[in-house]
Nanobody, 123 residues
């Protein structure tokens, strides 16, 4: 049974930082690209960042330069370091395991999903 469990969300003031974690079990972690998506109230789920099986990364323009995705294959964990947070970053953040090794930016390219962790940025 594949499980993805996010943690690290919370309430932070604008300009602050949070480090999100996603612990993965039930699959060969090193063979999967991993991604982070987010969904704000009333909006569609959107791509945030992705990392392929050998550490190549890609970011949405809205977070480039502020967020950093990384992975620790020994711990089967993917991270999202979020800096310089803005109120518009407020959303539920989801991690997802890709269908294969290569990163993608669309929901359909990810097979397994976590339950999400809330990030709220106050102005």
């Amino acid at each position: 049974q594949v499980q993805l469990v996010e943690s690290g969300g919370g309430l932070v003031q604008a300009g602050g930082s949070l480090r999100l974690s996603c612990a993965v079990s039930g699959l060969t972690f090193r063979d999967h690209a991993m991604g982070w998506f987010r969904q704000a109230p009333g909006k569609e789920r959107e791509f945030v960042a992705a990392i392929n099986w050998i550490g190549g990364t890609y970011y949405a323009d809205s977070v480039k330069g502020r967020f950093t995705i990384s992975r620790d294959n020994a711990k089967s964990t993917v991270y999202l370091q979020t800096n310089s947070l803005k109120p518009e970053d407020t959303a539920v953040y989801y991690c997802a395991a890709g269908n294969g090794r290569f990163l993608g930016t669309t929901i359909k390219e990810y097979e397994f999903w976590g339950q999400g962790t809330q990030v709220t940025v106050s102005s």
